[in-house]
C-alpha cells in the first residue's frame, strides 16, 4: 500500500472528506479503536443503521463471527449492500496490504450472526464467485467509491463476501 501521505485525493471527495477519510484510516490501531466505539453506538441506538443513519451514512450492518484463534465471538461494524435476500460485505480494511481479521474469522468458520437494526439473523459467509463479483463491483463501488480508491492502492484483492441468512438468532 502506498504512504497515506502519497495517496492523491481523489476526485470524488472534496478537500474536507479527503482530510477526513485519510484520518479515519491513519492506522489499523485508529480503524480497529472506531470500529469498536461504532459497535458500541450501534448497540446502543441501533435504529435506522441498516438503511444509512450510521456514522458513515450507508447502510451498515453487525457482523458476529467466531475468532480463528481465540474462540471468542468478534462483532465488527461494516457497511453492506442488500441483494437479494444476501447481504454483500467488502473486506477493504482501507487498502492495506492484509485482509480484515473477519474474511480470516469467516474463512475458518463461515458460520456469523448479523445484526441489521434489531433484526437478528444467522448466517453462513461465501465468498463470492468470480462471476458475482464482476457483477457485484460496480454497484459496490457505485455506492461506496473509497472501495474502489482502495483497492487501487494494494495488489491485495478485496474479499467480496455474500452472507447466506440461514435463520433467527
Known amino acids: 500500500?502506498?504512504?497515506?501521505?502519497?495517496?492523491?485525493?481523489?476526485?470524488?471527495?472534496?478537500d474536507e472528506d479527503w482530510e477526513t477519510l485519510k484520518a479515519?484510516?491513519?492506522?489499523?490501531?485508529?480503524?480497529?479503536?472506531?470500529?469498536?466505539?461504532?459497535?458500541a453506538?450501534?448497540?446502543?441506538?441501533?435504529?435506522?443503521?441498516?438503511?444509512?443513519?450510521?456514522?458513515?451514512?450507508?447502510?451498515t450492518l453487525l457482523l458476529t463471527c467466531v475468532g480463528r484463534k481465540s474462540g471468542e465471538k468478534r462483532t465488527t461494524p461494516l457497511v453492506f449492500m442488500q441483494n437479494g435476500e444476501e447481504m454483500?460485505?467488502?473486506?477493504?480494511?482501507?487498502?492495506?496490504?492484509t485482509h480484515p481479521a473477519w474474511v480470516f474469522n469467516l474463512k475458518a468458520n463461515p458460520e456469523c450472526w448479523v445484526?441489521?437494526?434489531?433484526?437478528?439473523?444467522?448466517?453462513?459467509?461465501?465468498?463470492?464467485?468470480?462471476e458475482e463479483r464482476e457483477a457485484l463491483w460496480p454497484k459496490l463501488t457505485a455506492m461506496f467509491p473509497p472501495w474502489g480508491y482502495f483497492q487501487e492502492q494494494t495488489d491485495r484483492?478485496?474479499?467480496?463476501?455474500?452472507?447466506?441468512p440461514t435463520g433467527p438468532a
Open 157 to 164: 484483492p478485496f474479499a467480496v463476501v455474500i452472507l447466506s
Open 1 to 14: 500500500m502506498k504512504n497515506r501521505e502519497q495517496m492523491e485525493k481523489p476526485d470524488f471527495l472534496s
Open 24 to 39: 479515519q484510516t491513519s492506522s489499523l490501531e485508529r480503524i480497529r479503536g472506531d470500529a469498536k466505539g461504532d459497535v
Open 41 to 59: 453506538a450501534y448497540l446502543a441506538n441501533p435504529e435506522g443503521w441498516s438503511t444509512g443513519g450510521g456514522p458513515s451514512g450507508l447502510p
Open 115 to 130: 445484526q441489521r437494526d434489531r433484526d437478528k439473523v444467522t448466517a453462513v459467509a461465501r465468498d463470492a464467485t468470480a
Open 88 to 97: 454483500v460485505i467488502v473486506g477493504s480494511l482501507a487498502g492495506y496490504d
